[in-house]
């Protein structure tokens, strides 16, 4: 048989926490989880800093990444059993399309690194070329798997994830508002956060999902499920994603490799404490190799070794970090912003670099988003087949995708809150500080 | 007030996927958590390679830890409510002891490094004599918190955890056959990987476990759900602690380990590819603080740069191991065992270094026990006060206890199964081999 | 020591699915669970005809009485912990009144009947009335415990459940937006259907509930855990408790009584079909003795007598409650409200007595309540002691509480919409009929 | 299309808070749930007396068959997947068997009746025989669909909850040591009960069952599932199922109804309190549609009307059984049963006639299995196709099948225990009464 239809004798079955289980079938899609560059996914934290604040959230890209395969699989299972297509162009479920779309599921966040927020706005990588690089490059393992099946799946299953593949239901099971993506790391995100807030229906989702000529909508009767996902998602973020300890040790982190950038952008020091892995970054000539290299741990690695560095700042942001000592912070809003200058100046009377130990910080300038009205709406189709957006018929939609401001953060030292002999600042000073913050916020 | 009675103003809750919330009302306690030996915690898993065969297992020593301080405090909140000492030796709850208790259940593991169960075998180094060194040196910060409550404080908790403390009940609530230790670990370990097994009624066992003069026994009446305790750890180590996929990681990784330690004991080259932070252990040099640079990201650093070495058996186990290649195993008997020196000398023929390629493990070496008999046993609390015996009442802990035997299993290169071009195998030899193995076990 | 506080000499504990533990330690508590008052009410459904359609959904009052009983003694096990009154009006908790909270608590809903809603639409009774009886007769075996507390207990607890005790927190404990009562049924239906959306974080909304002087309150930093008891309240509501064919059972059961009251305020046959325990009902003479011998299995026992008894629309509807057989609806607005006359019409043409076999009904009518804004709004305390209200920082609530109108719907025999043997009309005025019919509502 | 394969257009979910959904696409299946014979399995607890001693066990007969129904589903749906025969004798599973088994599946339970242990005791009846009857019977609504089929189709049915269909496969599938109707038990009364010892790894055991030619195995790489399984069927027999409270409590119903029967089986009287549908069974002449006018709510109409009955034996134990007034019991064995005899008399001296108010009775005599030895074992099939019973691999079961002994009780009024005023017994005896009870238990 060919290698793209080759299954395994006996479906092998992962154990999932929070699917139960991941059945594989195809030889192909274990091939892929066996490549090197899909077993780092194991050594990159699916939610960065956010474990440091949530001690349980310590799971990996990887079983995020096995995870939006198993729902895209249940997809299409479902989609078998009640849409299976007739003929085409009757807008039903073509299952030819099963490979590539398990394939993209599978493979859609393979290009994430460490930390991947602060260190894409650091060295200016992005992790979804790197996905698209991974996947097409003949370099990699991903590759040579990919191209058993045909010359060109590696470009189709490339073009799906970026998007541009043309058929808009395998896109959309994996990138639109409600897709398995979306679906995984909510529920994965709440599951080992503890927080109950992520939670929603998955088996009532699938149920009521459905193909359709442009895409996938909803019938009817699964309002209220569908409806359920968009509010649990507006939780995540308010609880979870944007929780102001986490954003502040990305805020070290980004100190920390800004600084580090600023060192080993020129010396180099064949010492213990240099970071032969990240100095092609430093340097800005990587290549696919180089980054395949990377990895949470062996940042790490690095930070520990520089909490010994012989440069104040970067030992001890290193040490804030390695050690988890975030910067407070306090909400300020367009009637408070005129106070920041003189805040970045009390703290650097009491000596802090304010360039790093100082920041703000918009909860909309992270990697997530709130139901949007500038993106296709989720649509539900009524028994008699026409379609109505969901914000038209939930109030409760309709308010998450007003809501437009975000969430202005100053950070800076907590020391300067509790003056101690290691912070050199008048009284007078300290008083002025502490009487701009009241109930997490400034006031005048 | 002195700073051992120092309350929070507000209690401190941590969000916890098992217990919900861990509570935290001590200064002592939020200290000690703070202070990077504990921190460290993170960065080391609760389960070392399991989490390659089941991925949801990626939560760390920290994790755990807070959950056995949790699960301490909630034993002494009940024990608070209805069984608090009156006068001395009436077997019952002093409440003095509440800190001590506390402080050992959160640090009973602080000494815990990567991948401990290998490591300490190839390096001699012991975890719990770290723990140990961890309390009692005045270097360390975990130190410097105990000692502010008093001068003997850290040989206090110390003694505890080495179970030399005077207070059985102390002892008992941090190590016996059912103590706070072992309830978060299977808890945990059952959530994260997902399996049915580990999940018994903690809540249950709280509400009937109770102090008396020898220390820690169960009121008769709940008899059912500490048998349901002991049949559930049981069945985590048939499923998950005694694997043989995790098992034959450790064995990978042991031998590289091992190989890693004839190449790097004496050579120094000063490339990227040093292991800097080991070469203490290489060299059977180190110190405390040698031991609190590592954790699982740093050794696998060194994996990963071991990749590329020059040499052919470091750098092949280092891509097993990290890129997770397990070898393949049976089980084998005294009846079996004597085929195992032939099955070596294939291997050899096929070109594998047997003393790197195979190695024979019985599960019963693990670092996990079952319902010991040669251990204190449970007791049950009848009406009339007297005692007996858990194994004397239930047949199923009986039948739990008299298991003896181990499951003994062979490892070796999985090509073996399947030679293809890389390896160098006559056909007949092929042939022998695999007529030895059937349903999982050596045969003649 | 005096029966109020007289303790049972072992904490008595309930297994409970919801709570998982119901815990009783009062013996005043034990004696009113044991009352034949108390014990009725296992008799009685918690959601009646709901689990007609939610098969799981076959849980009693009296697991919902414990159920708000347990998380009234949780809350003010919080408040001993954290909120003690130190001096009469500093607005924290006055542990005097834990009794009386209790006890109103466990009997709030004592005086609930079988099928309430349609029961007291029929037939003019009030639960809340009958609460306030049963508690404060001297014939009651409850009103016997009760006053061996003390000869007023009896009274205090009935202005408890009325809301004129005085101290607001205990009234508020009981009645208010969020309370004991709300949280335990949201939970336990949530739990018994299977739907995912009732579901909150309690254990996060106790840590979070505090005294003050008016009442009851929420930290500030469980604005979120509130805010997400509102939007599991509200979709329990659209999902459950308005459920159309639940609404259609209520129809079917409210024709079914109505044609029964027809008959037995008249006659008095002695044969086995006569209702003699809802005689005084019928004939409106009756006592609270009358009610108390009430429950749902003496009213579905004649309806099962009904079903053949030689009265066709009685019989009828008694099949159609008791064999499940619903009306059918469909949505209506102001806009189609007027082609209601033609189709009752047409019903009746069909041979329907329009008057038993149509309806209509707005979901606003149910005993259930959304966040609404007319009544005492819940608030949130700041660090420094100021009150907000949960709306005004929260878009969500602010959603909810908006959504004035109802679900207007118009119920007739499903046989009307597929006309067979047994239901005569002609095919023109069937086609009228369906043409009216799309997407569940009426249109022109 | 014939009414054998006729599909719902749109496919129906029934919300289970146990299976999430239980899906019914055969139109078959949802008339024959829509029949009154099973609408009637809603009015009938699955656990009888349980649910007086866990409160939250209030499910019905109703529930557990479509669970039944939902597993059978499930079981095929596997076996579609991974089994199905390519040509008759290969053991593999016959998919036009599938309907026949899902109505078997459905049914297996339709002839239960109220408080059916006891109710048959004293009556005489059989559900088992009733299920055939109501399966068989043409006036039946189930048997007209049944009939629809084809003629001998409900003869089929019959005949595999009768085990005498050929294909055990089917046969197995719904009565054997791991059926359909064991495992949602199992489920549904630890989900409702809220314990924890019932729940097991459903879908681990429905990934390993599969056809074989003699009927149903399981993987040899499920053995822990299935083992797992066992230890939890043993775990509620003895938690709960065989909770000595519930067993009192089906010892006063089965004396109220004695006592009934004595009463009721002459007298005539035509006064509100004749239980005119159980005459027929007092009278020993009842037909099948007698029969099915039972359920829990007449049966209890009928007790409190009772409760008045001018027969003090008669009311009093009808109010010990509607106002949950138990017996009080004790263990015996062989060595303390000599002293029985004279317990009877104390008892009888203080007024109570020991025929109504004294049992014995043994936990095996209840309708409850362990693992037994004599019945088909469970088998699990290894690698090359061989199969072993579970018992020689796992010591768990071993050690529950041999378990051979049960428990016996003395039960006995509670009063005998305290006297108070209304028990007329002098000191002497009542200390010797208690003098032979201690921890539970009978002793000399």
Redesign the interface.
Known sequence: MDYAHQQLKR?K??????H??VYVKYQVILDLI???EF?RL??VHQLGTT??I???A???R??HS?GVYEIARRIIESFQK?FMSKEPGDGLWDDSEKLVTLCAALLHDVGHGAYSHTFEHIFGTNHEQITQAIITSPTTEINQVLRRVSPDFPEKVASVINKTYPNKQVVEMISSQLDADRMDYLLRDA???????G???L??IL?VMRPYKDGICFE?SGM?AV??YI?SR??MY??VYFHPVSRSMEVVLNRLLQRAKVIFSSEVN?D?Q?P??LLPFFKGDFNLDDYL?L????L??YF?HWKRYPDDILSNLA?RF????PLKSVKFDKSTSNLLPRLRQIIEQSGFNPDYYTATDNSFDLPYDAYQADKKQIHLM???G?LVSLSSVS??V???S??QTGDNRFFFPREILKPDENVDLFQPEYDEFNRHI???QLIQ
């Open positions: 479906e079955v992962f154990r999932d926490p929070v139960n289980y066996n490549t090197s077993q194991r050594r474990s440091l949530f001690h349980g310590e799971h990996s990887f079983s096995v009640n599951y080992n956060t503890g927080v109950k807030y939670t929603f229906d088996s009532r149920e009817m209220h409806e359920d509010v507006f939780q308010q609880q064949h213990p240099t032969y892995l290299q990895d949470d741990g062996v790490n690695t520990i040490s390695i050690d988890r000592k009524q028994d008699d026409t109030p409760l309709r308010a998450i007003d809501r009241r109930n997490d």
